[in-house]
């Protein structure tokens, strides 16, 4: 079974500090994302990887950043968290591409981040 | 660019009866896939149902099925035999056949099976 494990089930953090959330994964996956989910909006795309050292910005990049040194592991990175910063961040894994079956996409538990 | 709509924000459903959730679509790309993910309370989100779109039969999965129309936009799931385990947020969700698998979502439907 694809495993997909994020760091921390729930944090609380203060305005202004810097916040790094974890996620890591245990089948080769060559794609993970990040992303944030509100009520009412769904989940929205901050940034996503193909390749280690690779990243791409998503729907919503503003005052995030990412990091991927390792293929297993994705950081997503709050420089100075706001909190409009407060919301629910989850992690997902894929393989790239084709065939058809394998382009799932497998989630963490997710985050609940707080900032105060 | 892509966007999936979900109008239906919350609905119920007696246990063991059948409900059918919405989703509509808006893209130019003639080949994509569709997805619909369940994400129960506290719990992982995970898929539930694919849909290729250059396949025109429905795809099903146990008491799953899509009704998948292409030229609509639309893409509704429809769960029969309710269970009191089906109760979860539904995300329909939508991918560009590229490499890069990623998605963009709808904004969910929160779904009740009661007893």
């Known amino acids: 079974d694809v495993k997909v494990t994020q760091s921390s089930r729930y944090l609380v953090k203060r305005t202004g500090e810097k916040v790094f959330l974890e996620c890591v994964q245990d089948?080769?996956?060559?794609?993970m994302f990040w992303y944030r989910q509100d009520p009412g909006l769904g989940l929205r795309l901050i940034y996503f990887?193909?390749?280690?050292?690779?990243?791409e910005k998503g729907d919503i990049p503003e005052g995030y950043s990412v990091s991927r040194e390792k293929k297993e592991r994705f950081s997503l990175i709050l420089e100075s968290a706001s909190t409009n910063q407060t919301s629910m961040y989850l992690c997902?894994?894929?393989?790239?591409?084709?065939?058809?079956?394998?382009?799932?996409?497998?989630f963490g538990p997710g985050t609940r981040l707080t900032v105060l | 660019a892509q966007t999936v709509t979900q109008s239906q924000p919350e609905m119920s459903v007696q246990e063991a009866e059948t409900v059918t959730l919405s989703c509509t679509y808006d893209?130019?790309?003639?080949?994509?896939?569709l997805f619909w993910y369940k994400q129960p309370p506290s719990r992982q989100m995970i898929l539930v149902i694919r849909?290729?779109?250059?396949?025109?039969q429905n795809a099903t999965e146990n008491r799953f099925s899509v009704n998948f129309q292409k030229a609509a936009k639309s893409f509704s799931l429809k769960i029969s035999d309710s269970q009191l385990g089906d109760t979860a947020m539904y995300f329909c969700?939508?991918?560009?056949?590229?490499?890069?698998?990623?998605?963009?979502f709808g904004a969910g439907t929160r779904l009740t099976v009661k007893p």
């Open positions: 893209t130019s790309e003639s080949n994509y896939y």
């Open positions: 990887s193909y390749d280690v050292k690779m990243k």
């Open positions: 997902a894994s894929s393989f790239p591409g084709q065939p058809s079956s394998y382009n799932e996409q497998f």
């Open positions: 849909q290729e779109a250059y396949k025109q």
């Open positions: 089948m080769d996956h060559e794609n």
């Open positions: 969700a939508f991918m560009k056949h590229d490499n890069n698998n990623d998605m963009r």
